[in-house]
């Protein structure tokens, strides 16, 4: 019990400023949400669509750089020396420029082609293109900073992350405010404004955790910045293989969830804003379980890297059970008052009723949201990355998918019946992820 209860205190301190920093980054996409809602259904439909592409490409990048907190942990757990880990993490740097600048230019030419097919107004199909395009132009400095996030996290700095989302999301409102509706002698952009904003406020938190690097006593151990290697493949080579699974897994996640927004939206603009609302509070949610599961993950790094699967074992158990107590709060939260909620967001008597209808069955999903995302956080400490990738590409889109579209469209159950899909994807990737955990730490204990 001495042991249990100081795992519970030493992941609670770890995952604070980390699930903190996570609901100001997210507090961000809320603020783009209801501030889109605030300008019109159709501004809302469109940063809803525009966005939920952008997701699908953006956890691509952050599983890669995810793949980076497992290594350093188990590096920084093993006694690594941390210029050694520095020169690691700077082999990354090269591969996220690349990725950063890859995005860009697919999502400048696929914008307008993807929108043009979803069922948008016409109005809405300009804008969500155009918020595409806005948005885009921080994808460079958006991988790049996600490379120095999880190296910090991989370190057990975690403070960092928490002053960069915070200013990050000041940032992102501010922004907003000025762009959008063209306060201070700034052009009206509406949606396009709000891309804008994103794309700004992705590179004052790099140039921010730069800062971090050179002024926290132990990111400046790491000497990242002082002496610059060319690429090499062996390292390069030995990050992708944890983190290019985890990449497809977050993509596969990513996708089933934006798919079915996009889906969304063939019911048009108010069945598309009203589902954006109800994702939306549900990925507010999901930002608690997830600071917990990037915690675990290096919990359980630490402790495989010293040689204790002991602890590891603990730490990947507390961290499910952390999640599994905050996902019964979340539950009840959004069950007693899904109204309040959806003003929040918007006064629409067209989307209100239908978004606070979608928020029940988002309470639904809390338990087997936040069991899966532990899970998974659990595994990579491990550096278990392939099963779970089989196990969400067959959860979110062999069960949750099907089951979602062939009910809305081949049985006319309409929105609703895309939420059953989710639950359904979702319940299958808690259980199945949840079973390989049982069993990888049971390998663990025999090392």
């Not at 949400?33 to 809302?44: F, K, N, V």
């Not at 395009?133 to 991988?143: E, I, K, Q, T």
């Not at 006593?217 to 910045?225: G, Q």
């Not at 999903?365 to 779970?388: E, H, I, M």
Request: with cysteine; net charge positive.
């Amino acid at each position: 019990m001495p042991a249990l209860m100081a795992e519970i205190r030493a992941c609670l301190r770890l995952a604070t400023p980390i699930v903190l920093a996570q609901l100001a980054m997210m507090g961000s996409r809320v603020a783009d949400t209801i501030m889109a809602g605030r300008l019109s259904a159709t501004d809302l439909a469109a940063v809803a669509s525009g966005s939920s592409y952008w997701m699908i490409l953006g956890l691509l990048v952050i599983g890669l750089a995810n793949g980076l907190s497992p290594i350093v942990a188990q590096q920084r757990g093993g006694g690594e020396v941390p210029d050694r880990i520095g020169h690691y993490l700077q082999q990354c740097l090269w591969v996220a420029v690349v990725v950063g600048l890859v995005l860009l230019v697919l999502m400048q030419v696929t914008a307008a082609p993807l929108m043009q097919h979803l069922g948008l107004s016409e109005q809405g199909t300009a804008s969500a293109a155009g918020y595409l395009r806005a948005v885009s132009l921080g994808s460079p400095a958006f991988a790049v900073m996600l490379v120095l996030r999880f190296g910090a996290d991989g370190m057990g700095e975690t403070r960092p992350f928490l002053l960069v989302g915070i200013i990050g999301l000041l940032v992102n409102v501010l922004l907003n405010y000025i762009l959008m509706w063209g306060h201070w002698g700034a052009p009206q952009l509406g949606a396009v404004g709000c891309g804008y904003a994103t794309a700004i406020a992705d590179t004052v938190m790099l140039a921010l955790f730069v800062i971090a690097y050179h002024t926290n006593r132990y990111l400046r151990a790491l000497a990242l910045f002082r002496r610059w290697v060319a690429p090499q493949w062996s390292t390069i080579r030995d990050w992708l293989v944890v983190g290019l699974p985890i990449a497809a897994m977050l993509t596969f996640e990513a996708g089933f969830f934006g798919a079915t927004s996009l889906v969304m939206a063939r019911f048009g603009d108010v069945p598309a804003a009203a589902h954006q609302i109800a994702i939306n509070f549900s990925s507010v949610c999901f930002m608690v379980p997830l600071g917990f599961a990037f915690a675990t993950t290096v919990r359980v790094g630490h402790a495989i890297g010293r040689g204790d699967p002991d602890a590891a074992r603990r730490a990947s158990w507390t961290g499910v059970a952390l999640s599994l107590a905050f996902a019964c709060f979340s539950a009840a939260l959004i069950l007693m008052i899904p109204e309040y909620i959806v003003r929040l967001y918007t006064a629409s008597e067209q989307v209100a009723p239908l978004a606070v209808g979608l928020l029940f069955w988002a309470a639904l999903f809390q338990v087997f949201d936040c069991l899966q995302a532990s899970a998974a956080g659990a595994l990579r400490g491990f550096k278990d990355t392939n099963w779970p990738m089989l196990i969400t590409l067959v959860a979110y889109w062999g069960i949750g998918m099907p089951i979602g579209t062939v009910l809305a469209f081949g049985f006319g159950q309409g929105p609703n019946a895309l939420w059953w899909g989710i639950i359904a994807g979702l319940g299958s990737a808690g259980v199945l992820l949840a079973w390989r955990l049982v069993r990888r730490s049971r390998v663990a204990q025999t090392l």
